[in-house]
């Protein structure tokens, strides 16, 4: 039991100090904010213009194309070490890791991550585009009862 005492005490201390950070925040935090206090700030200029919407889903592609290929690098490299060491299951292992990053990498392509030109404009399909297909035959109307149809009066 006398070898957990220092992890237990590390345990203590860092409880300890994150409920004093915590404690003195309260207590120093300012009690009137103002328009300037909680304006944001950079570099020593204000913000002119209102912080984007969203990010596009292209940054969030190309990040996951960064992380496939870190990790694939940090898995890769230690078994070329041991590679003969390892035999046929070492060999059988890395296949199914490197199916699993061909396959994640091949998600990304489809989603266009490396596609940077313009945006393609997708072709109609044929059943967009068959003139039997209306907003009369292909759309349910809902609660039509009293209302006025195009063509008729209200009889009053």
Do not use: H
């Not at 201390?13 to 009690?31: K, T």
């Not at 592609?61 to 041991?82: G, K, Q, R, S």
């Not at 039509?144 to 009889?155: D, K, L, P, Q």
């Amino acid at each position: 039991m006398g070898q957990y005492l220092p992890i237990v005490a590390m345990i203590v201390l860092a409880a300890l100090f994150a409920a004093l950070s915590f404690v003195a925040s309260s207590l120093l935090q300012p009690r009137r904010p103002t328009a300037a206090k909680v304006a944001p700030y950079e570099c020593g200029i204000v913000d002119q213009s209102d912080p984007p919407e969203r990010f596009p889903v292209r940054f969030f592609l190309i990040a996951m194309i960064f992380i496939v290929f870190d990790i694939e690098i940090i898995f890769f490299y230690p078994f070329t070490m041991i590679a003969e060491q390892l035999g046929g299951f070492g060999l059988v292992a890395i296949g199914i890791f490197s199916a699993a990053v061909f396959e994640s990498f091949l998600y990304l392509i489809r989603n266009g991550a490396l596609d940077w030109g313009p945006a393609v404009r997708l072709r109609r399909t044929l059943l967009r585009s068959t003139p039997n297909r209306t907003t009369t035959n292909t759309i349910r109307r809902v609660g039509t009862e009293g209302r006025v149809r195009s063509g008729e009066e209200v009889a009053a």
